[in-house]
Structure formats: C-alpha cells, structure tokens
C-alpha cells in the first residue's frame, strides 16, 4: 500500500509557480523644472526685446523712455498758490525749474543737466538738455488751462542746428498785431516762458521771423518779420536771457515757409533756435 502511493507520487506532474515582483512607480517627482524653464523663456524674450528696443530707437526716444519710468523734469505736478493766469508762477518759472537741484552750486551744476556751460558735442550732454527742454513745451505741464492753450502756439524740433522752437499763429488766435510789430498778450506770456526754460542752459540763441504770402497792404514783408524777431529779442533780455546770447536776429519774410501751401496761418511765427555750441568748446 505504500509502495502503490509512492508510486503515485512519484509520477505525479511537477507544479512550479512563478511569482512576478512588480515594481511600482515612485509617484510625481514635481514640475518645478516647468517653472524655472519658463522663467528662463521670458528672460531670453526680454533680453532680446531690450536688444531690438536700443538699436530701433534714437538716443531722444530712449532717453524719453527712461523719463517716462524716472521722471526727471518735475515741474508738471508742481503748481503755484498764487492769482493770476498763471496761479503766481508760470509753467516754466526758473525757480521751480531750480527745485530740481537747489543745493548745487553754479560750479556744481556747470556740467550738469541745468548747469550754465554750453554743451560742445552734437549727441551728448546737448541732447539730453534739448530733450529735457522739449518735454517741457509738451502741453500738458499741468499749471492751468491758460497755460496748456497758449502752448498749443509752440513746437519743437532737433535738428543739426540745434533746438528750434517755434511760435506760430493759430486761426482767429494771431500773435502779432495784424500788419505790425505789435504782439498781444499771448505772445508776450509766450516769451516769458520761452525765456525762464532756456535759461537753464548758456547755448547761443538765434532769433527768425517768419510771415506767411497773404499781400500787406503794401507793406514790406522783410522789414515786418525781422521787426518782429527784434521785439522778440528785445522781450527775452527784459525776461532775463543774457544779451550775449543772441547770436543773430533775421527776417525771412514769406521766404521759409513751415508749410507748403500759400497763405498758411501756421507761416507766420517765430523761431527761437538754442544753437549747439560746437565751436565754442573746440
């Protein structure tokens, strides 16, 4: 009976289990990495907007941007207590201008921004001063409305030359005195503050009249417009510009229009150059 179940067991088949170790994944390791790559993307993209900002734009347009995010001319939220058009003090009154570095001495301030010596380069400390100037004449200085509406008379440009600031006639709102070297109001509160603003350089100043085709009545377009640049030179020494400055004083009747078309309002003005001063330094 043994024997017969030894047997058995011994033919019986031989059963092998396997059993599989199945390793199971460790979980999320984070997406950190995401993060930091993402990171690096928009540096990448901002240096590169940087690159193409600086070599698209002039040294004015990147020195008006860096104005934009550090003002450095704050006059505009500056206003007077004062009666008056002007609430006591005009837009561009020197002393508010002087805020801006009152503890500086006139040796301190020589060579800076609005210090008294005449830029001798074309690119440099010039354009930065003529850049600060023509923020100035913007239009929306803040003071009073009286003062945004006769700024509405006034454009600037930078040319070779220098900062040219024109004040030019506006329909039913003239400057001059019809046929004459007589101003009215307006353009006397315009040469007023053209005078304080720049006063805070020492460039030399040219002075340009300018009239428009419309016939005179027999009057003689180049005598009346430098009769008016004359006035014009004659109210920025009473308003304190240094008569050293004025280098030189023309009429150029109907000669050199602003616009091409005959008879144009904007024709008759007045041209207040700051010179640049190359060849005073050199």
């Known amino acids: 009976m043994v024997d017969e179940m030894a047997a058995k067991n011994e033919n019986a088949p031989i059963i092998i289990i396997k059993r599989k170790k199945v390793i199971k994944a460790s979980g999320h390791h984070g997406g950190a990495w995401k993060i ?22 002039t040294e004015s347009q990147r020195t008006g941007l860096a104005d934009y995010f550090s003002p450095t001319i704050p006059i505009y939220k500056i206003s007077g207590g004062g009666v008056g058009a002007f609430g006591g003090e005009n837009a561009f009154a020197q002393e508010i201008i002087a805020q801006t570095d009152a503890e500086a001495t006139d040796s301190e301030k020589a060579d800076g921004e609005t210090g008294t010596t005449p830029s001798n380069t074309v690119n440099g400390d010039s354009e930065l001063k003529f850049t600060d100037i023509e923020n100035m004449f913007r239009g929306d200085s803040g003071e009073s409305t009286v003062a945004d509406i006769l700024l509405k008379h006034v454009n600037t440009r930078i040319t070779d030359e220098g900062l040219i600031i024109e ?14 070297e007589k101003p009215n109001d307006k353009m006397l509160l315009l040469l007023d503050m053209i005078a304080d603003v720049i006063g805070i350089v020492s460039n030399d100043v040219a002075i340009l009249g300018h009239t428009d085709e419309v016939m005179l009545d027999g009057g003689d377009k180049f005598i009346l417009s430098s009769e008016r640049a004359h006035f014009s030179r ?9 008569p050293s400055r004025i ?36």
């Open 36 to 57: 930091a790559y993402a990171d690096f993307v928009t540096a990448m993209m901002a240096f590169f907007l940087l690159m193409w900002l600086l070599s698209a734009t």
């Open 167 to 180: 004040v030019f006639d506006l329909p039913s709102s003239p400057l001059f005195i019809v046929n004459t």
């Open 234 to 242: 004659q109210r920025l020494v009473i308003a304190g510009v240094s």
């Open 247 to 282: 280098a030189r004083v023309t009429g150029y009747a109907d000669r050199s229009p602003s616009q091409p078309d005959a008879g144009v309002i904007r024709n008759r003005r007045i041209e207040i150059i700051l010179l640049r001063s190359v060849s005073k330094g050199q």
